[in-house]
């Protein structure tokens, strides 16, 4: 399968270039596509491999802490960890540190989630078109012109169109989250096509959640998620193929990306089950604590913390059965963490999951319960089943096979330096060893 042709280069100013000549760049995010999975033999992904022979891929990509979805997509466009962009769950933790559960308020503007400039800001603000389709951290960002959410907008611009289409009708719309993932996913990528044909953005972003959610139900490494996979590789083909059709593929870069792994759980922790027993849930107590779970990590709250009550916290859960770490925000900090100095959404107290476990919701019952083979992630993002998957190919890029492992705020860095849009002060470093143009 043919899907580049060779021999193309950067143009030496994007801005000045008019529309119809400026360099594009499509990247999907493949949710939970572990580095291990890329490299199975028989791995059922022959466009994936295409886009590996024409240009260049990753032996992996290191995420950042946490290992989770919504950290992760904004690192890979800010080009920093969470010590500096501050999104630490799939959505903004309201409600913590008070005398109740913390909550996540997953439609919160991206301007209260994300404290830094994102390179689809940087594009917008130098005068390209970009677009996204079920990106996430990004609801209402005023950067993007074209855009189809992860919860559509039934009378939305891009929405309308699907509906003359009939690829979905209006009801369709306004109930999108009953339907299958993979039902979504379809929908995903006909919005992305039609954006890409009709709108020609110079920076898509494309996010497919399908192969997490059957991963979340049956665990990871089964043929469950390789089925998942070849379903993927046929969306990433629609996606050329759109590129193609709209007569851009000479000037498209192609980068496709995820944001962590995934590995399989047998046991599931209840912390607040022990900080119950603790007295530290009762009515009565001065320092109210209660912890928000999320799979491999776990953050705890306390109402009023000091030196002390944290030091107290972590005596609590180290060494409790499936705890892997107990970490205060200094030693979090150590991981890329933030502090609570530094933001409200930083924790009192840092728990890592063992491997095999997973930490859950409830506050009575057992603090350590059995489960049938699930899938989870946030576990340390030096744990090898964490690691992402990167293939680049297109315009630009240097066909230089299989690149060593790096870390994945070099995406934001990478994207900014093919559109020649400025990031400022970041973390990462483009990828110039695969970029034909340096």
Known sequence: ?????????????????????????????????????????????????????????????????????????????????????????????????????????????KSRLVAVPTVYDAAHKAGLTTAQVDWVAIEGSSSIDWQFAEHPDPVGAIEQDLVRQDVVTHDQLVHFGEPSQAWRDRIYTRAAKDIIQKHHPDLLLLHLLALDSIEHETGFGNNAGRNTIAF???????????????????????????????????????????????????????????????????????RHATDASRKALKSLFAGQPGVRSALTPAEAAKQGWPTPAQTDQAPDLLLYAADDYAFDKGDTGDYVTPTREVGDHGYPNSDPFMQGIFIAAGLGIQPKGEIPAFPNVDIAPTIAHLLHVSLGTIQGKPLTGILAVK
């Open 232 to 302: 993927l590789d046929d969306r990433v083909k629609d996606v050329v193929d759109a590129v193609r059709a709209a007569g851009e593929l000479d000037r498209t870069t192609f980068i496709i990306v995820s944001d962590h792994g995934q590995q399989s759980v047998h046991q599931l922790l209840h912390p607040n089950v022990l900080l119950r027993q603790a007295g530290l849930q009762a009515d009565s107590a001065t320092r109210p604590t209660f912890c928000l779970t999320d799979g491999g990590f776990a953050l705890v709250f306390q």
């Open 1 to 109: 399968m043919l899907l580049f042709a060779g021999g193309v280069s950067l143009p030496l100013c994007v801005q000045a270039a008019p529309a119809t000549q400026r360099p594009k760049i499509v990247v999907i995010s493949l949710d939970a596509f572990a580095a291990v999975s890329l490299h199975e033999p028989q791995l059922p992904a022959p466009t994936l491999h295409a886009l590996m022979q024409r240009g260049a891929f990753a032996v992996s990509m290191q995420p950042i802490n946490p290992t989770v979805t919504w950290p992760n997509h904004t690192a890979m466009v800010t080009g920093v960890d969470a010590s500096r962009h501050h999104v630490l769950v799939n959505g903004l933790i309201v409600d913590q540190r008070t005398a109740t559960l913390p909550g996540i308020d997953m439609g919160a503007p």
